[in-house]
């Protein structure tokens, strides 16, 4: 969940079924070696939480879209100037046509996330290990599910999440992740 300061913002993913969040996912245009952790990473929020359902989807079909980007690309992405620092990056789509990829932008929109796509860095050396890479890539599937870092913002905690920013020893969703989910879904 994203907060304002003093509200939170109740983002979420907009597709539903049978009241769980329900992503069709496609990794076709990951490069290794990212492309080898797809299929654990798709797998990483059901295994953890009744509240999600992903689905395996061709890329023309799919809701959630991982994509490795060129050099180039990326430095749009994220500027020039946080490539040594950004692992991967959310742009996320609502039902009512915002990009959402921050607080302010959560902030504007009806909060029903449609569409995602996942980008991860093609520098292997800012995203330097098996561990971190599946790490980042679960983490940004959890922005796509509507939520926002553990440790920062406003009510900043250090209880053990995968969605604490930076490297942490945090792989996979933990106990406050999921507990995140459930007004969502
Ligand atoms: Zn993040």
Not at 121 to 149: F, Q, S, W
């Given at each position: 969940m994203?907060?304002?300061?003093?509200?939170?913002?109740v983002l979420k993913w907009?597709?539903?079924?049978?009241g769980k969040a329900?992503?069709?996912?496609?990794?076709?245009?990951?490069?290794?070696?990212?492309?080898?952790?797809?299929?654990?990473?798709?797998?990483?929020w059901p295994?953890a939480s009744s509240r999600v359902?992903?689905?395996?989807?061709?890329?023309?079909?799919?809701?959630?879209?991982?994509?490795?980007?060129?050099?180039?690309?990326?430095?749009?992405?994220?500027?020039?100037?946080?490539?040594?620092?950004?692992?991967?990056?959310?742009?996320?789509?609502?039902?009512?046509?915002?990009?959402?990829?921050?607080?302010?932008?959560?902030?504007?929109?009806?909060?029903?996330?449609?569409?995602?796509?996942?980008?991860?860095?093609?520098?292997?050396?800012?995203?330097?290990?098996?561990?971190?890479?599946?790490?980042?890539?679960?983490?940004?599937i959890g922005?796509?599910l509507g939520l926002?870092?553990?440790?920062?913002?406003?009510?900043?905690?250090?209880?053990?999440?995968?969605m604490?920013?930076?490297?942490?020893?945090?792989?996979?969703p933990q106990a406050h992740d999921v507990n995140d989910l459930i007004p969502k879904y």
């Amino acid at each position: 969940m994203y907060y304002d300061g003093n509200t939170p913002i109740v983002l979420k993913w907009a597709n539903l079924s049978n009241g769980k969040a329900y992503m069709k996912m496609n990794g076709d245009k990951l490069q290794s070696p990212y492309s080898n952790y797809y299929s654990t990473v798709k797998n990483a929020w059901p295994n953890a939480s009744s509240r999600v359902q992903v689905v395996q989807a061709s890329f023309s079909a799919s809701t959630v879209d991982f994509i490795t980007p060129t050099s180039d690309a990326w430095s749009d992405l994220v500027g020039y100037w946080r490539i040594g620092e950004v692992s991967g990056y959310c742009r996320a789509q609502t039902t009512d046509g915002f990009i959402v990829d921050n607080m302010e932008s959560a902030k504007v929109s009806n909060g029903k996330i449609s569409y995602a796509s996942i980008y991860v860095t093609p520098h292997l050396d800012v995203c330097d290990t098996e561990t971190y890479r599946k790490k980042t890539m679960i983490h940004e599937i959890g922005h796509a599910l509507g939520l926002g870092h553990a440790n920062r913002g406003p009510y900043a905690t250090n209880v053990a999440s995968v969605m604490n920013q930076g490297k942490t020893s945090y792989y996979t969703p933990q106990a406050h992740d999921v507990n995140d989910l459930i007004p969502k879904y």
